[in-house]
């Protein structure tokens, strides 16, 4: 009876290891993508490989929504809004126009800035303007201002943030001395702070001031889970339901890396040497039950120039010698194969860089923003999307369906050059 008591407390233990072992394992689990050592490794990727379903949404132009620039995006079930200089706009799912709300300025309800752009599921429309919180219902009527929000003391500021739920925010503190002690904060409207996320990238620098790119971070959700990606950090993170972040992809850049030492030079400095295009950084990642798809500035490793340099009517600045050094990476989470887009030279900038379009012959597509699970979507410049479809690459290119060949020719042919952008909406299989 004592062997079979022993045996039984054993095999207790046992199960309770293992049950343990795989709980950690589920919160710790750490995929690493090996981007130095693929950086050659560029392809022709065909958009019929993942997908055929393009849709094309071109944003009603009117004399209250007329912009060329999309400054900033959200969609949210049947509601899509962007903001134009000094104002934010609302359009439902097909592009119509609803309406126009928001004033800049000093008053009491008005803002300086506008950015972090969000919709919260009990339909609150949600902004920052340098450290202060706005809320507008979905009918772009004003409802508060909370001061000082993103101010959390000197010196320690959330630049860029999410939702997290109708009154948390994910927010990400740029590292201004480089020895900033939290690299994110879960805050409420008021600016408590309810989690800090200890942050272990330290160095020295010659002053205390980010530059641009240390505000930089971006959030999407997915599966459920809200992601959270810092530009100078190599590890993409999940919020879970416990509020941890739990790290899911690092991505090696290796030689290519910016050194610590140079993000501690003066910006003066380091503006004067240009330097940043020595080294490759990653803009965004997004993903797919099957991918993830990654934006990776490749600088002056950027294998495709134009044929004719643009230049400037300014002698003294340098003609532009590139479309964009941006590359897509696509990396199979199942295989743990990375390969990148071979890109194109080419003047043409809606040929030059992302997944090849052979389904209507449309622009190669390169995500800038998360819809939803499957769904991803970039905006075209109407004046750009003209003249790709009056292009040898559009006339000349292959489609796999012929009629959505002819309905995204017919739809440049209705816009005319100073139309409002368009979005191009892929959902993946």
């Given at each position: 009876?004592?062997?079979?008591?022993?045996?039984?407390?054993?095999?207790?233990?046992?199960?309770?290891?293992?049950?343990?072992?795989?709980?950690?394992?589920?919160?710790?689990?750490?995929?690493?993508?090996?981007?130095?050592?693929?950086?050659?490794?560029?392809?022709?990727?065909?958009?019929?490989?993942?997908?055929?379903?393009?849709?094309y949404?071109?944003?009603?132009t009117?004399?209250?929504?007329?912009?060329?620039?999309?400054?900033?995006?959200?969609?949210?079930?049947?509601?899509?809004?962007?903001t134009d200089?000094?104002?934010?706009?609302?359009?439902?799912?097909?592009?119509?126009?609803?309406?126009?709300?928001?004033?800049?300025?000093?008053?009491?309800?008005?803002?300086?800035f506008?950015?972090?752009?969000?919709?919260?599921?009990?339909?609150?429309?949600?902004?920052s303007?340098?450290?202060?919180l706005?809320?507008?219902?979905?009918?772009g009527?004003?409802?508060?201002?909370?001061?000082?929000?993103?101010?959390?003391?000197?010196?320690?500021?959330?630049?860029?943030?999410?939702?997290?739920?109708?009154?948390?925010?994910?927010?990400?503190?740029?590292?201004?001395?480089?020895?900033?002690?939290?690299?994110?904060?879960?805050?409420?409207?008021?600016?408590?702070?309810?989690?800090?996320?200890?942050?272990?990238?330290?160095?020295?620098?010659?002053?205390?001031k980010?530059?641009?790119?240390?505000?930089?971070?971006?959030?999407?959700?997915?599966?459920?889970e809200?992601?959270?990606?810092?530009?100078?950090?190599?590890?993409?993170?999940?919020?879970?339901?416990?509020?941890?972040?739990?790290?899911?992809?690092?991505?090696?850049?290796?030689?290519?890396?910016?050194?610590?030492?140079?993000?501690?030079?003066?910006?003066?400095?380091?503006?004067?040497?240009?330097d940043?295009?020595?080294?490759?950084?990653?803009?965004?990642?997004?993903?797919?039950?099957?991918?993830?798809?990654?934006?990776?500035?490749?600088?002056?490793?950027?294998?495709?120039?134009?044929?004719?340099?643009?230049?400037?009517?300014?002698?003294?600045?340098?003609?532009?010698?590139?479309?964009?050094?941006?590359?897509?990476?696509?990396?199979?989470?199942?295989?743990?194969?990375?390969?990148f887009?071979?890109?194109?030279?080419?003047?043409?900038?809606?040929?030059?860089?992302?997944i090849?379009?052979?389904?209507?012959?449309?622009?190669?597509?390169?995500?800038?923003?998360?819809?939803?699970?499957?769904?991803?979507v970039?905006?075209?410049?109407?004046?750009?999307?003209?003249?790709?479809?009056?292009?040898?690459?559009?006339?000349?290119?292959?489609?796999?369906?012929?009629?959505?060949?002819?309905?995204?020719?017919?739809?440049?042919?209705?816009?005319?050059?100073?139309d409002?952008?368009?979005?191009?909406?892929?959902?993946?299989?």
């Open positions: 009876m004592k062997i079979l008591i022993s045996n039984i407390l054993c095999l207790f233990f046992v199960i309770l290891l293992f049950s343990c072992s795989g709980k950690v394992k589920e919160i710790n689990t750490l995929k690493a993508v090996d981007i130095e050592s693929n950086t050659d490794n560029m392809q022709i990727i065909y958009m019929s490989q993942f997908t055929d379903d393009i849709r949404v071109p944003l009603e009117n004399d209250e929504a007329a912009f060329s620039f999309i400054y900033e995006f959200f969609k949210a079930g049947d509601k899509i809004i962007t200089l000094n104002s934010l706009i609302l359009y439902d799912s097909n592009g119509r126009f609803i309406l126009k709300f928001g004033n800049k300025g000093r008053g009491p309800d008005e803002y300086q506008k950015s972090n752009l969000r919709i919260s599921n009990d339909n609150k429309i949600y902004f303007s340098l450290y202060d706005f809320e507008y219902d979905i009918n009527r004003f409802e508060k201002k909370y001061s000082n929000t993103f101010l959390i003391k000197e010196n320690y500021y959330i630049s860029s943030w999410s939702l997290v739920e109708d009154s948390l925010f994910l927010g990400h503190v740029p590292n201004q001395t480089g020895q900033i002690e939290f690299k994110a904060l879960l805050v409420n409207k008021y600016g408590n702070i309810k989690q800090s996320y200890k942050n272990y990238i330290l160095f020295n620098r010659v002053r205390p980010e530059s641009g790119v240390d505000q930089e971070s971006y959030f999407y959700r997915y599966n459920g809200l992601f959270y990606k810092d530009r100078n950090n190599d590890t993409l993170f999940a919020l879970d339901n416990q509020y941890r972040l739990v790290p899911r992809y690092s991505f090696n850049l290796g030689k290519f890396k910016e050194p610590l030492s140079k993000r501690g030079e003066s910006m003066l400095k380091r503006g004067m040497s240009n940043r295009m020595n080294y490759m950084y990653l803009n965004s990642v997004y993903q797919t039950v099957d991918y993830l798809f990654i934006s990776c500035s490749f600088g002056n490793r950027f294998p495709a120039k134009r044929l004719t340099p643009a230049q400037f009517p300014i002698p003294t600045i340098n003609p532009v010698l590139y479309n964009t050094t941006n590359a897509l990476g696509i990396y199979n989470k199942t295989t743990c194969e990375l390969f887009c071979k890109p194109t030279s080419t003047d043409n900038p809606l040929f030059t860089s992302g090849y379009n052979d389904i209507d012959a449309g622009p190669r597509f390169m995500p800038e923003a998360q819809v939803n699970d499957s769904t991803m970039m905006w075209v410049p109407a004046n750009q999307l003209k003249d790709h479809v009056a292009s040898d690459d559009f006339n000349n290119g292959t489609a796999k369906y012929p009629e959505k060949k002819r309905k995204l020719k017919e739809l440049a042919a209705r816009l005319t050059e100073y409002n952008p368009v979005l191009m909406f892929v959902t993946f299989k």
